[in-house]
């Protein structure tokens, strides 16, 4: 069965400083795809970064980058010089290519940026 | 192009009562999910519709059921509400299509109190 484990339940970085958010998996599936979000204390999951399993490279978006690491089955996500508005709590989630549009999520992280 | 919208947005309902939760995807996109989201459980996936179809289903009672209608609005119903229910709601719309990217655009969900 599909799982996805964030074992950081809290983070505090200083503003400026880059920050790693782990993210580890499992699955059977030889084609799946790693998604991180972001949730403001508004409520709403905002998508950052998605990595699929057969891309050769780790995926950015602007501050954001996936360090993916399929052997070991880690999708950590990077934010490169942190701000104010990165704190929130931050999901990893996982769909299986045969799983139709079902998401897996992890427990989640909660960063706090301090100034 | 507007987003996922929710409504309501609040919800409190008493204990043995009925709720119905609306979700209005983005225009084009034909698959609507939706997730449960609780402290304790942390995000749970309910189930997803395309094309008026349940696809997919999560390990949830009997009393959690959906539906969607030929404009892919969905709607979502729970049954003999209890205390545990009491949850954030969120809902996610994709054009569905298979593989395991699709990116899901969740709207800012269903703030339901059961008393």
């Known amino acids: 069965a599909q799982k996805i484990t964030q074992t950081q339940p809290g983070m505090f970085v200083q503003e400026k400083e880059a920050v790693t958010l782990d993210c580890t998996y499992d699955t059977s599936d030889p084609s799946y795809g790693l998604f991180w979000y972001k949730q403001p204390s508004s409520g709403e999951m905002i998508f950052l970064i998605y990595?699929?399993?057969?891309?050769?490279q780790n995926a950015t978006e602007g501050r954001y980058s996936l360090n993916f690491q399929k052997a070991r089955k880690s999708a950590n996500l990077v934010i490169s010089a942190s701000q104010l508005g990165d704190s929130a709590m931050y999901f990893c989630?996982?769909?299986?290519?045969?799983?139709?549009?079902?998401?897996?999520f992890g427990q989640g992280t909660r960063l706090t940026i301090n100034p | 192009k507007a987003g996922v919208t929710q409504t309501p947005r609040y919800l409190i309902k008493t204990r043995g009562q009925q709720v119905t939760l609306s979700c209005s995807p983005i225009s084009g996109h034909r698959s609507v999910s939706w997730y449960q989201q609780t402290p304790g459980q942390g995000l749970q996936f309910l189930f997803e519709?395309?094309?008026?179809?349940?696809?997919n289903k999560g390990n949830f009672p009997g009393r959690f059921s959906g539906r969607q209608f030929s404009n892919s609005r969905s709607e979502m119903n729970v049954s003999t509400l209890e205390l545990g229910d009491s949850a954030l709601y969120l809902c996610?719309?994709?054009?569905?299509?298979?593989?395991?990217?699709?990116?899901?655009?969740f709207g800012p969900g269903t703030r339901l109190t059961v008393l």
């Open positions: 996610a719309s994709s054009l569905g299509g298979g593989g395991s990217y699709n990116e899901q655009f």
């Open positions: 519709y395309f094309s008026e179809t349940q696809r």
């Open positions: 990595q699929g399993s057969y891309d050769q």
């Open positions: 989630a996982m769909r299986e290519a045969r799983g139709a549009q079902k998401l897996v």
